[in-house]
């Protein structure tokens, strides 16, 4: 099992997430100005990706939002909206089934046991340096099983691409 602790960055026309292992080593982060057309910018060691979608845009079932790679513009994947609180990452032919449910992301396929589980957080034992950016713990990510660096990427950025 793995854990990720996830602090919300803000400063005036940016906000962000940043992810940690509970050792202190940063993951990953996402970062995105504050715009109407709200574009994600999201890294790891291995993977830089951003999103792009227009929060002006009315969402209604079946509307999605891509995730592409930033050197090749490959899709990695694309989140889809179908009802509160469910949705559907699918890449390619793989497909992973995201609900949330009392305030709680729960990552998984439907029938099976969940993979990973996001939760809500107000304090950690730990905070890390600040800078400008002001910072607040946020989520806490466990992932039940050994998943690859992608999966966990598109698991702790999900907040800040869902539909609101």
């Known amino acids: 099992m793995a854990e990720i602790l996830t602090f919300r960055r803000s400063a005036t026309g940016v906000w962000g997430y940043d992810f940690y292992t509970p050792e202190h080593e940063q993951f990953g982060y996402v970062r995105s100005p504050v715009m109407p057309a709200s574009p994600v ?10 999103s792009r979608f227009d929060m002006d845009n009315t969402v209604v079932p079946g509307t999605s939002r891509r995730v592409r790679d930033n050197v090749t513009g490959r899709e990695m994947y694309r989140l889809i909206y179908w009802e509160p609180g469910l949705y559907q990452v699918r890449a390619g032919e793989d497909s992973v089934r995201v609900e949330i449910r009392d305030g709680k992301y ?25 800078g400008e950016l002001e910072t607040e713990p946020f989520f806490r990510t466990l992932f039940f099983e050994d998943v690859p660096e992608g999966y966990m990427l598109m698991a702790l950025s999900f907040p800040a691409l869902r539909f609101f």
Do not use: K
Request: no cysteine; charged share 10%.
């Open 41 to 50: 910018n999201i890294f790891s060691q291995s993977n830089q990706w951003f």
């Open 106 to 130: 729960l990552f998984g396929q439907q029938g099976m046991p969940v993979t990973a589980l996001t939760e809500r957080i107000g304090e950690a034992d730990w905070m890390p340096v600040t």
